[in-house]
């Protein structure tokens, strides 16, 4: 009762803290801002509504901040200001011309949206994407907006970051600094949607009831329709209940949602998804580039790495840099870092992050103010709690090396010996492996990091880990899986999880006990079906040997001294992912009578070793 009271005590002393400095944030925007709405012109024709705040203070001239978002710059009316401008008070204090813009076809602007519009093979001076209307709102900014300095940057979280991604294509030249923040990437491959063409049902189905709502042009959200509502109580049993994607389409959606049905129409990587992959197209990059991610980000982690790879492998002389920490999506701006789920690490990295380098990067390429001088990647390793600055990502000093399954649960840096050797189990659909504990009415964020004792139990997954660790063990860059499986169905998806065990001595943390805690570090799922590629699926043999490659998420993790390293293997992981039938077969035509109890072979034999390669940090 005395710790209950504590923290009823110290929640209430919080949100109060948060309440007054949200009044006082509003309060600053309405004294030293003054907001102008407008419609700007682009290339065809289309006005795209755009509201722009500039500092009262005439005294000197100010850069451009500009946010490009599909979600609404709301509240609309000129007399009506954002309780905040920028992406944390200190960058509104500093003095920008903040600019936020409804995309094409979205909310007050005109024209016609589309989910990451494709990018245009050829530059046409009449037809648009996302970076002509980027390009052309920069030139209506630069010659209209009194007291600039001609210099604009770029920012966007998730969505907004795929807008600030377009914008490095052919970029305006007055657009001198850029920062993608958990960009949507690639929407078959990693981020939102799907991974590795897995789809990822609970969210894509939640986003799009809401999100891909069509509405009328112009309307503000007070007026606009409202999303399709579905009766959801216990995410588990309503996704379960519902039978299949196909199923929840026919009875929720029907034809209304133009996305969900192109999930349907394209269910493998060809050309609709890989044409709206923007950052493949981001080449002869002048501006300076920040890339952002969360270690723990359930909707984008993927996104962020993947950005900061392409546009370094395209732009080998660009001035472009990754910062990643330990947040959930968006935590950065929205937490101070202190802490996530039940783990702690020893500093407000958020704090860190807005002072060291956001705040920096802009003032110093649209001011000219300081001195901007991070390394080239820019780590937050959970485990060890500390900052790394890298020359490079992955770093240099990192090493691969094989970690094998073995038998009896174990895991060991030296390969299996034995002819024979693997462990089997049987996997239902209709009994799929929670991705998280207990009952949650939508998908939480805390499930990237959380306490995965709760599959562990279950007798359809497997789980290997090592002896106890006699030195700590960093781990920086991607993990490859790499498992010899058979299944008696014709496909099957397997997830891989990396998960740090405490030791049992353990202190107890937030009132958290800690003791054989096991913390999820990294997890991926594959279908087996793309075991030959994402754009070319093939049915498994029942009960051959297959060998099924992929990569995880990129990790920066230290297992310290006295933990374990455990990997565990399941073939579901649900809501959060659709299920697999188990039988090679279409989603538009899977249905609910189609999952079917499958067994399933992980082997750890001479001839069919399984073993992930680990990026381990010399």
């Known amino acids: 009762m005395k710790h209950l009271k504590y923290l009823i005590l110290f929640l209430a002393t919080t ?22 709405e407008q419609l700007i012109p682009m290339r065809d024709g289309t006005k795209l ?135 949507v990437t690639d929407w078959f491959v990693g981020d939102d949607f799907h ?91 002048k501006p300076a580039v920040m890339v952002v991610g969360g270690l723990f980000d359930a909707e984008d982690v993927y996104g962020a790495f993947e950005t900061y790879r392409t546009i370094e492998k395209n732009n080998p002389k660009n001035n472009n840099i990754l910062v990643a920490g330990p947040w959930f999506h968006g935590g950065w701006v929205r937490s101070d870092g202190s802490k996530f789920g039940d783990i702690s690490f020893g500093t407000t990295t958020s704090l860190d992050y807005q002072a060291q380098f956001e ?31 890298f020359n490079q990502w992955p770093p240099k000093e990192m090493t691969q090396k094989k970690l094998y399954l073995q038998p009896q649960n174990k895991l060991s840096f030296e390969p299996v010996g034995r002819t024979d050797s693997w462990d089997e189990y049987v ?46 063990m960093t781990l920086t860059g991607v993990i490859e899986a790499h498992l010899s499986v058979s299944t008696t169905g014709t496909d099957a998806d ?20 800690m003791s054989g805690y096991q913390m999820l570090v990294r997890a991926e799922i594959f279908r087996g079906s793309f075991r030959n590629g994402l754009d070319h699926p093939q049915q498994m043999d029942p009960g051959f040997v297959t060998r099924i490659d992929f990569n995880l998420p990129d990790v920066a993790h230290t297992f310290l001294k006295g933990h374990k390293l455990m990997i565990q293997i399941q073939n579901t992981w649900f809501p959060l992912a659709e299920r697999n039938p188990q039988q090679f077969l279409d989603r538009a035509a899977t249905d609910a009578k189609d999952y079917i109890k499958a067994t399933h072979r992980i082997f750890h034999d001479v001839n069919n070793p399984s073993y992930l390669t680990l990026p381990i940090l010399k």
Do not use: C
């Open 359 to 389: 705040l920096p990067f802009f003032n110093y390429h649209l001011k000219g103010k300081g001195a901007f001088q991070p390394k080239e990647a820019n780590v937050f390793v959970t485990g060890s709690n500390r900052w790394n600055g």
């Open 427 to 472: 996997s239902d659909p209709n009994k799929p492996v929670p991705f998280q504990d207990g009952n949650f009415q939508n998908r939480n964020r805390e499930y990237m990091i959380a306490d995965q004792r709760f599959a562990a139990k279950r007798p359809d997954v497997v789980l290997y880990e090592t002896p106890v660790l006699t030195e700590d």
């Open 15 to 36: 949100l109060m803290h948060a309440q007054n400095q949200a009044k006082a944030d509003s309060a600053y925007v309405r004294d030293h801002y003054t907001k102008l």
């Open 49 to 183: 509504f755009t509201a722009i705040y500039q500092p009262k203070d005439t005294s000197q001239k100010y850069p451009i901040l500009l946010n490009r978002t599909p979600y609404a710059v709301a509240p609309y009316g000129a007399q009506q200001y954002k309780q905040s401008l920028g992406n944390f008070p200190a960058q509104m204090r500093e003095g920008y011309i903040f600019v936020y813009q409804d995309v094409r076809g979205r909310w007050m602007s005109e024209g016609s949206f589309e989910d990451v519009r494709p990018q245009l093979k050829k530059q046409d001076k009449k037809r648009f994407d996302e970076s002509t209307d980027t390009y052309d709102t920069i030139e209506w900014l630069i010659k209209k907006v009194a007291n600039n300095n001609g210099k604009v940057g770029m920012y966007g979280i998730s969505y907004p970051g795929f807008y600030a991604t377009a914008a490095l294509i052919n970029a305006h030249p007055a657009l001198k600094a850029v920062s993608p923040q958990a960009p």
């Open 494 to 513: 397997y997830v891989v999880k990396i998960i740090d065990v405490y030791p049992e001595d353990a202190p107890t943390e937030n009132n958290v006990i």
């Open 195 to 285: 991974h590795n063409g897995v789809l990822f049902l609970q969210d894509a189905f939640g986003f799009m009831s809401g999100f891909g709502v069509n509405r009328p042009l112009p309307v503000t959200p007070d007026k606009a329709p409202k999303r399709i509502d579905f009766p959801l109580k216990d995410a588990y049993t309503f996704y379960l209940n519902a039978g299949s994607p196909k199923n929840l389409k026919d009875k929720y959606f029907g034809d209304k949602i133009k996305f969900w049905n192109d999930l349907f129409a394209h269910p493998t990587y060809d050309a609709f998804w890989k044409d709206r992959k923007a950052v493949d197209h981001v080449k002869n990059v």
